[in-house]
């Protein structure tokens, strides 16, 4: 797939861009639902800032989506020239950008997950406001929602394989040096995530 792309000066980030668009629009979907039933459990007086913390929550998302691309391709850029890595920055976010269209995948079952899963729960009557977050954080522990982390990382090993393959084309590594650049981001990842489980 990555044959050839980066012969030129410039690669064309439009299909990246679209990517991670499409992945921002998703994840703010699912932020604004999240963040508009957490806003449920305030009290009274604040009730009616449901929609202003969806609005937030969306928007916050969806810059964090392309913040997300950017900084994975740092690491991917610098690692890699650890490695002896040569070609643009530009290169790097390319591929960072078409790796991350598993996720596209990932984030329509999120959102739809989480739609469906606040849609129905019984949300308790908090009197102190000290319980709020106590009571969110064991709402984000349902199974349904945990396993919806869980996919997100095979999803994230599918991105991980197209990295790898891209690094070696953009910035003209072999396969172990392009592995290295993506699994250290990766294990991060995968040790963070672990970390919610467990925490």
């Known amino acids: 797939f990555f044959d050839g792309m980066f012969t030129g000066e ?3 980030l439009k299909i990246p861009v679209v990517i991670v668009l499409v992945i921002a629009l998703l994840s703010g979907v ?3 639902r999240v963040s508009s039933v957490t806003a ?3 009290p009274a007086e604040l009730a009616g800032m449901g929609a202003m913390m969806g609005a937030f929550g969306f928007i916050a998302a969806f810059i964090m989506a392309f913040l997300m691309w950017v900084i994975w391709a740092a690491l991917f850029h610098g690692i890699s020239a650890l490695r002896g890595g040569k070609g643009s920055f530009n290169n790097t976010l390319a591929v960072a950008g078409y790796g991350f269209a598993p996720q596209i995948i990932s984030g329509i079952i999120s959102a739809a997950v989480s739609w ?3 849609s129905g729960v019984t ?3 908090i009197t102190d406001p000290l319980q709020i977050q106590e009571v969110a954080k064991e709402l984000m522990a349902a199974p349904e929602l945990m396993a919806v982390s869980a996919i997100g ?3 994230y090993l599918w991105s991980a394989n197209i990295w790898i393959f ?3 084309e953009a910035r003209r590594i072999g396969a172990k040096d392009a592995a290295i650049a993506v699994l250290i981001p990766f ?3 995968a040790l963070f995530t672990l970390w919610q489980y467990i925490g």
């Open 10 to 12: 410039k690669p064309d």
């Open 30 to 32: 699912t932020a604004m």
């Open 40 to 42: 449920q459990l305030m």
């Open 116 to 118: 469906w899963y606040f």
């Open 123 to 125: 949300l308790p009557v």
């Open 153 to 155: 990382m095979v999803f």
């Open 166 to 168: 891209g690094l070696m």
């Open 187 to 189: 294990a991060a990842l």
